[in-house]
């Protein structure tokens, strides 16, 4: 009932919108890390080669060795250590939507043009960072492009608690992206509603039920000097479990 529900509201999202609403996670998935893409329940099928430069730490903020495990439809990963935080890259390449399609395509607005006229086109790039257990710097940031750093430790949030985040863009405080709390197993929070970063980069993000959460940021700017896009779309990810 839950995935059908957060169908039918995806559906409501013009086309033009649609493909830049997903999003990159890392969950835990029958004993293993693995990337995730869509959104709540919607977990949506991609080429692993995007999966790129994947990170991690231990407790005390030691690097850990992370390994890239890509197979058909899916990526893995594979500390080799007890890594408490795990970060990747997802390079989501060009999309662009042409006048005959309902939905976007995944091509350079260069390709896109030698087949109908070009109406968007963005670069899409996406970063994820989950939080697996007890981490002493979780306030740290860790140079993502693209990163949300929780403010309070996230592992001792539970329903109702208030976790105040801050995004950054290049290490900078971002205001006006936006963000939203989702749950990756179900479908997304009651409210779905979409909070802006203030002055400071800062949100305030409502924990609403128990179990494993998704905070997930967004930001989109004009893109200079590229053919291929007119648009840089930036998604990023904050994935932890509370209790």
């Known amino acids: ?22 999003d990159a996670w890392i969950e835990k998935q029958d004993g293993q890390l693995v990337v995730q893409y869509g959104r ?6 991609f080429d692993p080669q995007k999966v790129k430069d994947a ?11 992370v390994g890239i495990v890509k197979h058909k439809e899916r990526v893995s990963l594979v500390p080799k250590g007890n890594a408490a935080i795990v970060t990747v890259s ?15 395509k995944n091509i350079p607005k260069r390709e896109a043009a030698k087949q109908s006229t070009v109406l968007d086109s963005s670069k899409v790039q996406q970063y994820a960072k ?18 949300i750093v929780p403010e309070k430790d996230p592992l001792a949030m539970k329903a109702g608690d208030v976790l105040p985040v801050k995004v950054l863009l290049e290490g900078k405080v971002l205001e006006g992206a936006k963000v939203w709390l989702w749950l990756s197993d179900v479908a997304p929070s009651d409210s779905m509603t979409e909070i802006k970063t203030d002055k400071d980069g800062n949100a305030n993000v409502v924990i609403s039920k128990p179990g494993p959460q998704v905070i997930a940021a967004h930001y989109k700017t004009t893109l200079k000097g590229d053919p291929d896009a007119d648009m840089l779309s930036l998604a990023t990810s904050l994935a932890f479990e509370t209790k």
Request: aromatic share 16%; proline share 4%; no cysteine.
């Open 40 to 45: 709540g329940a919607r977990h949506i099928s």
């Open 55 to 65: 990170k991690g730490f231990d407790s005390k903020g030691s690097a850990v060795q």
């Open 130 to 147: 989950a939080i697996l257990a007890p981490y002493a710097s979780f306030a740290k940031p860790l140079g993502l492009y693209l990163e």
């Open 90 to 104: 997802f390079d989501n390449g060009y999309w662009v939507h042409i006048t005959d399609a309902k939905r976007w």
């Open 1 to 22: 009932m839950f995935k059908k529900v957060l169908f039918a509201v995806l559906l409501l999202l013009p086309a033009a919108q649609l493909v830049l609403a997903w």
